[in-house]
């Protein structure tokens, strides 16, 4: 996938650029932890693997394996403390899900989808608000960048990364809240990535 290495920056202010109205960046730090701990729960089963140590099973799920995957792909993006925090919050989710994985197929059924679909609700709400479809509809690699940006936003909200929140307006626009009752208008730079220059030819 032509996008999957791009930095994090570049990719924050792509996934920006869908998420302009304040309605739906509230949702989206609803909604994507839910879908993220619902598909963690999903992939607690089956167990790979276990292995014995300090008197404990522990056990290799895909969801570990998915953490870890991740972890390295968030840690190489060119922001890596804020790429280790998101992971340490999806380990964390990674540990809660697997013992509700490992209960009776109903409770691990109701607990994985039944979040993973509150999860989609709280998407589509906030995406109705933002009036266009989500940023994974013309990019995979948004479904990667969505974590990154909840992170983000919710750092925002306790006055960090000051220099980062000033890129993501400039670039992507400023937050808004939408008039429903009008037409649907882009943000500044809304929906658009900026081609980079071509290397001259050899």
């Known amino acids: ?12 202010v792509d996934y ?19 879908i993220v701990f619902g598909l963690d729960v999903l992939l607690s089963r089956p167990v790979l693997g276990s292995v014995q140590a300090g008197g404990e ?11 870890g995957l991740s972890t390295l ?14 992971s ?13 994985g490992q ?21 589509a709400v906030g995406h ?3 009036g266009r479809a989500p940023a994974f509809v013309e990019d995979l690699v948004a479904l990667l960048a969505g974590p990154l940006f909840v ?17 993501l307006e400039r670039e992507a626009g400023p937050t808004q809240v939408r008039d429903l009752a009008g037409p649907v208008t882009s943000m500044p730079g809304a929906g658009r990535r900026h081609p980079r220059p071509h290397r001259a030819a050899r």
Not at 59 to 67: C, D, R, S, V, Y
């Open 73 to 86: 792909w968030y840690l190489s993006r060119g922001l890596p403390a804020i790429g280790l925090l998101v």
């Open 16 to 34: 920006a650029r869908y998420h302009r109205d304040r309605r739906n960046i509230a949702t989206h730090c609803v909604g994507i932890p839910l």
């Open 151 to 167: 992170v983000v936003e919710l750092l925002f909200t306790l006055g960090w990364l000051a220099g980062l929140r000033q890129q």
């Open 88 to 100: 340490l919050l999806h380990a964390a989710m990674v540990l809660l899900a697997a013992p509700l």
């Open 128 to 130: 109705y608000y933002e």
């Open 103 to 123: 209960g009776s197929t109903g409770s691990w059924l109701t607990w994985s989808l039944g979040c993973l679909a509150l999860g989609a609700v709280c998407q």
């Open 57 to 67: 099973a522990w056990h290799l799920l895909p969801a570990g394996l998915l953490w």
């Open 1 to 12: 996938m032509a996008t999957l290495f791009r930095p994090a920056d570049e990719l924050l």
